[in-house]
């Protein structure tokens, strides 16, 4: 029997899982792609971003900390976009022949982060948002191998949020850093905001939700 949205709805509204793209239809694969590029995109323009503020670590320990979470977020962006080419997206293509323009990815990641500060509150806040939207991913997403995948980047997600408030304490014991800091919250806050996408009256696509591909609305 053909695989149809009804049947396909009432597969996910029972809590089973979608194993692959052969047991979805076109429109499911179709919100499912999108929701993967943005995912994957974000995760590896933060490597270029992370990695020209790391130059301004404190110290060799902070500095190897840094590129650990760089190494964590080429990874995860590996495992979006190995799961894309798994749904028959040609990903070399996607990753290298792309106009920057077109890459999916948050407004805060083109402002560059020009200190060892900047990119402590962007642990703190750019990866605490992709904590939450990642998170919300992996404990809801009927699409099973994203949510096996996640496992791992839970919990890397994780580190990288706390290397971000615990060096943000860190930093507010010095009177100069204090308001160094305050300065990057001042602004790198407001552009956390836009990960959490369009308030839910104006987005023009509604699959995430009605799929289950995620579980909570913006």
Known sequence: MALTEELLLERIRSGKLIEGPEYATERYIEGLKRTLIVSADTELISAPAYFRAAQDAPNINAYISATGIIQDELGHAHIAYRLLRDLGVDTDALVFERDPKDFKHPYAFDVPLESWTELV?????????????????????SYAPWKRALVKVDREENFHLRHGERWMEILAQDPDKKRELQRAVDWMFVLTLEWFGLPDHLKRHTEQIAYGLKGKTN
């Open 121 to 141: 509150v962007a642990n703190a806040f750019y990866d605490r948002a992709g904590f939450v939207l990642l998170g919300d991913v992996y404990r809801h997403t």
